[in-house]
């Protein structure tokens, strides 16, 4: 038969542990109330599920609108970094394009604000790649390819004009500005010109030399206001000869009184005095540019008449 493998002693002993044990281990209460050591648990484990998870963030939801006011550079690259127009006629109507490159690593979006200036104005954002040309507002760019628009000015004036357009990106606004310039003509002459001492009657002439020392442009004589209103018999009339205009008064004539100056280039106003009425003889002009700036020139002439003594 079987024998047994423990002591008394032994089985005294193995006995004693597991009464001991089961004195040990806590009974559940009869309404199921948890010991202090289960509810201790069970609190760590709530603890762990409300603990809040930090996964790393898209670098994309890390932009910050204020970064450019503290140096962040602009996540897109202009080219040109200005817009500039030259040579330019007032009605025409005139384009550049420019190229906004995303020189990041992630997709970007940008939105151009448009010059507050009327004679400047932009185009809609075209794209790179397979985005569509008339893509929403705001769509993204991807990392190295650009959006494009077109930059379109129109003069009302020959002056120089100064304008911007606003690149609102995910971290801030960037300024692209926006000119345009021309080399202005700068006229050179003497004034007053004096016509001399004449018996009333008889003619007289002079020479004016006009000397364009800037850019091109167009000049015209005009009669200046204080002109008008002082000088009683002066009004200023124009008259054309084939393709010649001359600017007559009651004592002036000047030839040609519309003209067209190179960078450089000189001219010659011929100026003819006769007046039957004695006195002094002054006609206040102006030359203006095409520009809009203007110049004052003035005429002066005398005529005298003979005084016979029997």
């Not at 050591?37 to 204020?66: C, G, H, S, W």
Request: hydrophobic share 40%.
């Amino acid at each position: 038969g079987i024998q047994p493998t423990l002591t008394d002693n032994q089985r005294a002993a193995l006995a004693a542990t597991l009464e001991e044990k089961r004195h040990v281990q806590p009974q559940p209460s009869a309404y199921g109330v948890l010991s202090a050591e289960e509810r201790d648990r069970n609190q760590e484990i709530l603890k762990d599920m409300e603990r809040k998870v930090n996964f790393l963030k898209n670098p994309r939801y890390r932009a910050d609108r204020t970064a450019a006011s503290v140096g962040e550079p602009c996540p897109f690259q202009f080219n040109p970094a200005t817009v500039v127009f030259r040579s330019y006629e007032v009605g025409g109507v005139y384009e550049v394009d420019v190229e906004l490159r995303n020189t990041t690593g992630l997709g970007r979006r940008l939105r151009v604000l448009p010059p507050k200036s009327p004679c400047f104005s932009s185009g809609a954002l075209r794209y790179d790649g397979s985005m569509p040309s008339n893509a929403a507002v705001g769509a993204t760019v991807a990392p190295g390819l650009a959006a494009r628009l077109a930059v379109r000015f129109q003069p009302e004036h020959l002056n120089d004009a100064h304008d911007e357009l606003t690149v609102a990106t995910e971290v801030g606004n960037f300024v692209l500005p926006v000119t345009a310039s021309r080399t202005q003509p700068k006229l050179t002459f003497t004034t007053p010109v004096d016509c001399g001492c004449v018996l009333a009657g008889t003619p007289a002439s002079a020479s004016l030399q006009l000397v364009n020392h800037g850019g091109e442009g167009a000049f015209r004589l005009i009669a200046a206001a204080e002109a008008e209103a002082s000088t009683e018999g002066q009004e200023v009339q124009y008259e054309t000869k084939g393709e010649i205009v001359h600017l007559v008064s009651s004592s002036f004539r000047v030839t040609p009184a519309s003209f067209y100056l190179e960078a450089g280039q000189m001219i010659d106003l011929a100026i003819h005095f006769e007046t039957a009425a004695v006195g002094k003889h002054c006609c206040a002009l102006l030359v203006e540019g095409d520009n809009g700036e203007t110049m004052p020139l003035t005429l002066h002439g005398f005529t005298d008449a003979i005084c016979l003594e029997l």
